[in-house]
């Protein structure tokens, strides 16, 4: 049991880069990116690839970073400058980034990384896998929840966060909202290829489909976050309510595999549950209304009286 959920929070801590990404165009420039799911394998395939060929490990994850980065920058051309809106771009991007990745690849489907080097192996020579990719896994979270929440309170972070707050008042502020949400989209999808570069190396491969269903995932992940850790709180607490988030995901996730449940059920089990949670917050606000209705007829009924 102890290794399964040591597994479940490597790879929840892989993953909450992604959630991270996500969070930042659906949170915070509030859009609709499906980008993602081409983008985390362009940083998988990216970072296997510059390995194989030689590339220090460290160098082939940053290239996994620049190529979710390039990833972004397709979609911000696809969303702004052809003027298409953002969940068909993302969609465009996403079938592009198939056979992008497919070239990346040599025309191979999937590329290993059995026997060579990763940004894991000194450290899996004196711990346990999963141990080492949670201690690299943590610094890296760490570093990218850190400049993060350091870039978002600047004023051109902050003029980004405006963007997604409401586009027609900050233009009127003259901010070049153009260029926000172009610097969204890129630095987001950079973050969710930093994650696909990390997730090959902790997988040993990179595959064409491993990005398959990877936004409702980063989807679940946000929401439980949220709902759970993140209620109340201000950046910094909704960041790390993300990382959180991932963590549990996995973790739910690994129970539900140990208890019975077939692999090929998870993703309709994740859709469901991000069905749910979606619904949940409507229900909660409702509820809430009819109470507080009831109250106030109670309250003049009294008075009546």
């Known amino acids: 049991m102890s290794s399964i959920l040591l597994g479940a929070a490597a790879l929840g801590l892989i993953w909450s880069i992604t959630t991270i990404g996500v969070f930042m165009t659906y949170r915070v420039l509030d859009i609709a990116d499906l980008t993602v799911e081409g983008s985390i394998v362009f940083g998988a395939v990216t970072a296997a690839v510059a390995i194989q060929a030689g590339i220090h490990p460290v160098w082939a994850t940053l290239l996994a970073f620049v190529a979710g980065m390039t ?3 397709g979609t911000a051309f696809l969303h702004i400058a052809m003027k298409i809106p953002s969940l068909l ?3 465009l991007s996403m079938i592009a980034l198939y056979s992008i990745n497919i070239r990346v690849m040599g ?3 999937n590329v290993s990384l059995l026997r060579l080097s990763t940004v894991f192996s000194r450290l899996t020579e004196k711990m346990p896998k ?4 949670i201690l690299v896994g943590g610094l890296v979270v760490l570093l990218v929840v850190g400049l993060l929440y350091w870039f978002l309170g600047t004023e051109i972070g902050s003029a980004l966060r405006a963007t997604g707050f409401n586009a027609q008042m900050a233009r009127a502020q003259g901010i070049n909202t153009r260029l926000m949400t172009l610097m969204g989209y890129v630095l987001a999808n950079g973050l969710v290829g930093l994650s696909g570069g990390l997730l090959s190396q902790y997988m040993g491969f990179a595959d064409v489909q491993m990005g398959t269903g990877s936004i409702v995932i980063a989807l679940a992940s946000l929401i439980v976050g949220e709902v759970i850790f ?12 993300m990382v959180l988030g991932s963590v ?11 208890a019975g449940m077939p692999a090929s059920d998870l993703k309709l089990f994740t859709a469901i549950t991000v069905a749910l949670a979606l619904w949940l917050p409507h229900v ?4 809430s209304g ?3 209705n009831n109250a106030t007829t109670e309250g003049r009924c009294e008075s009546v009286e």
């Open 130 to 133: 999963n141990a080492a990719v």
């Open 230 to 241: 993140a209620r109340k709180g201000g950046l910094l607490l909704s960041l790390f309510s």
């Open 290 to 292: 009819r109470r507080k």
């Open 107 to 109: 025309g191979s489907s």
């Open 284 to 287: 909660k606000t409702k509820w």
């Open 89 to 91: 771009a993302g969609i």
């Open 71 to 73: 990833a972004g920058l």
């Open 248 to 258: 549990v995901y996995r973790f739910i996730i690994a129970m539900v595999l140990e």
